[in-house]
C-alpha cells in the first residue's frame, strides 16, 4: 500500500509559522481569538487599550497598549507587534464598542466617537498593517484581513440605530476592501454574531431594569435559544484567517444562531 500524504497542513495546526495581530485583543472574543490561534500555532500579538496580563492561555501571548481612535498609536503599536512577531500574515480587527438607542437618542458627540472607533478603527490598523501583510504575500505566504462586524449590519434591530450604522459600514469596508486587495494576495472577510455573551452585553444587562428579562428576551430572539459564545465567534474568524480557506474572500459568515436566515413558527404550533 503506497502512503499519501495530505497537502495541507493538520487542521490543529494550519497556523504554524504564521504570525497574527489581533485588535481588543484583552477580552471578550479578541482574547479568545488570540488564544485559539495560538493555540493552532500562530504568533499572537494583541493592540488593546488596556492589554492587562494576557498570560494563563494556551499559549504566550504579546501584549500592547494602542487607541484605534489614534493614527500614531496604531502606528507605533503595528509596528512594535510586526516587530516582535518577526512579520505579518494575519489582522483580526476586533476592537469595538457598542451604542444603544433610536436615531434621537445620540449626540453628534456620541455618533462621531463610535464611528471613529467601529469604522476608523479598522482604516487606522488595516492601513498601518497593509505593507506587512502585502510583503508576506509577495512572497507565498498566507496573508488575511478578519473584521468583526455584527448582525446589526444586516439585519434591523431595535434601539441599535448608531451601532448598526458602524457596522454596515464594516460590512461594506469589507467588501470594498477585498476587491481592492484581492490581486496582491491578501483576503479580506468579516464575521456577523448575533448577540455574544460577552462582558459588554454583560454590562448591558446590569443596567436594564429587569436583567433576567432582558437575557431571556435577548436568548429568545436567536432561533437557537441561547446567546453566542466568544469562543464560537472566535472558531469562525479562525476559519476566515486560515490559509485553508484560500478560495475565501470578501465573504461575511453569520455566526447568529440562525438569527439572519430563520424564520421560525412560534414554539407548540
Given amino acids: 500500500m503506497t ?22 485583543g484583552a477580552s471578550g472574543i479578541g482574547r479568545a481569538t488570540a488564544e485559539l490561534l ?30 484605534v481612535t489614534d493614527d500614531a498609536s496604531v502606528r507605533a ?12 500574515d494575519i489582522l483580526v480587527n476586533n476592537a469595538g464598542i457598542g451604542a444603544r438607542g433610536t436615531v434621537e ?13 467601529n469604522v476608523l478603527g479598522i482604516v487606522r490598523t488595516t492601513r498601518a498593517a497593509l505593507p506587512h501583510l502585502r510583503r508576506g504575500a509577495e512572497v507565498g505566504r498566507s496573508a488575511a484581513i478578519v473584521n468583526t462586524c455584527s448582525i446589526a449590519g444586516t439585519a434591523g434591530l431595535p434601539q441599535r440605530a448608531l451601532y448598526s450604522a458602524s457596522k454596515g459600514a464594516v460590512y461594506s469596508l469589507t467588501l470594498a476592501m477585498a476587491a481592492d486587495h484581492v490581486r496582491e494576495g491578501v483576503r479580506v472577510n468579516c464575521v456577523t454574531p448575533g448577540t ?31 446567546l453566542v459564545s466568544a469562543d464560537e465567534v472566535a472558531a469562525a474568524i479562525a476559519y476566515l484567517a486560515s490559509p485553508l480557506s484560500g478560495a475565501t474572500t470578501g465573504t461575511a459568515l453569520a455566526v447568529d444562531g440562525g438569527m439572519q436566515g430563520l424564520r421560525l413558527r412560534p414554539a407548540g404550533r
Avoid at 106 to 116: F, M, S, T, Y
Wanted: net charge negative; proline share 6%; hydrophobic share 40%.
Fill in 105 to 117: 437618542d445620540n449626540d453628534d458627540d456620541e455618533w462621531r466617537r463610535v464611528l471613529d472607533v
Fill in 196 to 226: 455574544v455573551d460577552t462582558p459588554w452585553v454583560g454590562r448591558l444587562l446590569d443596567a436594564a431594569d429587569d436583567p433576567a428579562a432582558e437575557r431571556a428576551a435577548l436568548e429568545a430572539r436567536q432561533p437557537t435559544g441561547r
Fill in 77 to 88: 503599536g503595528v509596528t512594535a507587534a510586526t516587530a516582535a512577531l518577526g512579520g505579518l
Fill in 3 to 24: 502512503e499519501t500524504t495530505s497537502p495541507h497542513p493538520a487542521a490543529s495546526q494550519e497556523f504554524a509559522g504564521l504570525k497574527a495581530l489581533v485588535t481588543g
Fill in 38 to 67: 495560538a493555540a493552532r500555532g500562530a504568533r499572537v500579538a494583541v493592540l488593546d487599550l488596556d492589554p492587562g496580563d494576557l498570560d494563563g492561555g494556551s499559549r504566550p501571548l504579546l501584549g500592547y497598549r494602542a487607541d
